[in-house]
């Protein structure tokens, strides 16, 4: 079992839309997730960073954390189509202060003019 | 501030070859991560340094892989010899400490 799961789409949605973006994780150990854009030939771009469970808001985009049900999300408002990319969720334990991070498979978006 | 660079963007070498991956950090980042992404799989791990400290290789595939950060700068990752299950891209990130990891641009390796 991957530790961190997620589904590869491809998803498409209208310019303008909300994304709900998801990720399941299974290593209880995980204190610190994270959300990454990657573009096509370029590497992943921080988006989102948080700690534990809860919300955090940045612009159009909200990352979500339940540990509870160990599920994490993303969710972009008023979608763009810059906004088109693969999104990587990530996880990684507090046992460090800089450990490795575990990635999902990623979810590639596709937003329709 | 410049970001995380890595080179060469590509390389092609046959089976047998060297070759050699560089990666320059965000200046004053003592933490850099070797990752790689191949052919349909996830991006995993490979190592971590602290300045020139290896402390974590636990994602390293076999001792073909070499990897070095001379005066807690700068890191090469070697691969030699290459096999064809070397391909992939090569991801180096670096950080401060507890908050995220800044990625490069990926070094494309193909084997042939």
């Known amino acids: 079992q991957k530790e961190v799961e997620q589904d590869p789409g491809p998803l498409s949605v209208p310019e303008g839309a909300i994304v709900s973006l998801n990720c399941t994780y299974s290593?209880?150990?995980?204190?610190?997730f994270m959300w990454y854009r990657q573009y096509s030939r370029k590497g992943p771009e921080l988006l989102m960073y948080?700690?534990?469970?809860g919300n955090k808001e940045d612009g159009r985009f909200t990352a979500q954390v339940d540990k509870s049900s160990k599920y994490i999300s993303l969710f972009i408002r008023d979608s763009q189509p810059s906004d088109s990319a693969t999104y990587l969720c990530?996880?990684?334990?507090?046992?460090?202060?800089?450990?490795?991070?575990?990635f999902g498979s990623g979810t590639r978006l596709s937003i329709r003019p | 501030e410049a970001g995380v660079t890595q080179f060469p963007s590509h390389s092609v070498i046959e089976k047998g070859q060297t070759v050699t991956l560089r990666c320059d950090p965000i200046?004053?980042?003592?933490?850099l991560y070797w990752y790689r992404r191949v052919m349909g799989k996830e991006i995993k791990f490979l190592l971590h340094?602290?300045?020139?400290?290896?402390?974590?290789e636990s994602g390293m595939p076999n001792n073909r892989f070499l990897a070095e950060r001379t005066g807690g700068t700068y890191s090469t990752l070697k691969v030699q010899p290459a096999e064809l299950e070397d391909s992939g891209v090569y991801f180096c990130?670096?950080?401060?400490?507890?908050?995220?990891?800044?990625f490069g641009p990926g070094t494309r390796l193909t084997v042939l």
């Open positions: 990130a670096s950080s401060l400490g507890t908050e995220g990891q800044f």
């Open positions: 290593n209880s150990a995980f204190q610190y």
């Open positions: 948080t700690y534990s469970s």
């Open positions: 990530a996880a990684r334990g507090g046992y460090s202060s800089a450990s490795k991070i575990i």
């Open positions: 200046s004053g980042h003592d933490n």
């Open positions: 340094f602290v300045k020139e400290s290896k402390q974590d």
